[in-house]
């Protein structure tokens, strides 16, 4: 395998656990964030800094990544997630810009807009494969516990859901606090794989990328987000050639699965014997329409 395939894949893995991340939050728990982007920064910094300037060993600092940018998300989520609707995306927005501009402007810890340089280049094909496979073997266990349950209701209707005895304030933190470990992860992951982080490559356009990748893969599907971070990446890095029309070709993509799918490619759908079966009836049924249909 050549070393350009390799970073490709070790790319994938890296926005597929973000994209998970983002989907438990906004596909699952239903609410609309624009600002996940500053958690895998709060991650890549902390992992970054454990590594060069105190000699943590890199999966314990991935760890600690991830832990941080749970605690800036508790910190962040009980007093915004009162905030209905687009309310609370609108507030995500501020969030993460101002997390990005500190990290921007604190030059005794994270040396400013110039980048943290020097970081050990631990995310190799084995260490991304090995986080991904983890974190999504949890992730898929999770939707289908009863905190997923919870997390769907609360996305469903929260008001029925209160009534029905769930604590939904309760939920939607959680549902936040461990999106935001994803998202920290796969930060710490991204500064590995490039050996230098700058608190540009953590705007609002990250952000609207992971956003994008759940809302093309359908709304309540990890298989589905899975599938959207892998045609995203893919276009996005093969294209890279042709620069100038490369973000072209990625909106285009977009646009063309939300006219012809606007439930995304997958809907609430997750692979598995359901989505076949469901795939067969509705080619059963077409069949036999045009069977039916006088000649």
Not at 113 to 134: H, K, N, Q, W
Not at 198 to 207: A, L, N, V
Request: charged share 15%.
């Amino acid at each position: 395998m050549s070393g350009y395939t390799e970073g490709i894949i070790i790319l994938l893995c890296i926005n597929a656990i973000a994209a998970m991340g983002v989907s438990l939050l906004t596909g699952f728990t239903g609410i609309f964030s624009l600002g996940h982007a500053a958690y895998m920064a709060v991650g890549a910094y902390t992992t970054a800094i454990l590594t060069v300037e105190y000699g943590v060993h890199y999966i314990p600092a991935i760890l600690l990544g991830g832990a941080m940018a749970m605690i800036v998300a508790y910190v962040i989520g009980v007093p915004t997630l009162k905030l209905m609707g687009d309310y609370y995306a609108i507030a995500s927005i501020g969030l993460g810009e101002t997390i990005r501009l500190i990290l921007e402007n604190w030059q005794s810890l994270t040396r400013g807009a110039r980048g943290y340089p020097g970081i050990e280049g631990y995310t190799t094909l084995y260490v991304s494969l090995g986080f991904f496979a983890v974190m999504a073997f949890g992730m898929f266990n999770l939707i289908h516990s009863r905190f997923g349950r919870a997390f769907k209701s609360c996305r469903d209707d929260y008001i029925a859901a209160s009534l029905l005895g769930f604590n939904t304030a309760r939920y939607r933190v959680l549902s936040l606090v461990l999106s935001a470990f994803y998202c920290g992860v796969s930060g710490a992951l991204l500064g590995g794989f490039l050996s230098f982080i700058q608190p540009i490559m953590f705007d609002m356009i990250k952000s609207t990328e992971l956003t994008s990748v759940v809302v093309f893969g359908g709304l309540g599907s990890m298989s589905g987000t899975l599938i959207g971070a892998a045609v995203i990446t893919l276009v996005t890095e093969l294209f890279r050639p042709i620069s100038q029309y490369r973000m072209l070709i990625y909106g285009a993509v977009l646009v063309i699965i939300m006219v012809l799918r606007p439930e995304g490619i997958m809907g609430q759908y997750e692979l598995g014997p359901r989505f076949f079966r469901m795939l067969k009836n509705r080619f059963t049924k077409e069949s036999s329409e045009k069977e039916g249909e006088p000649s």
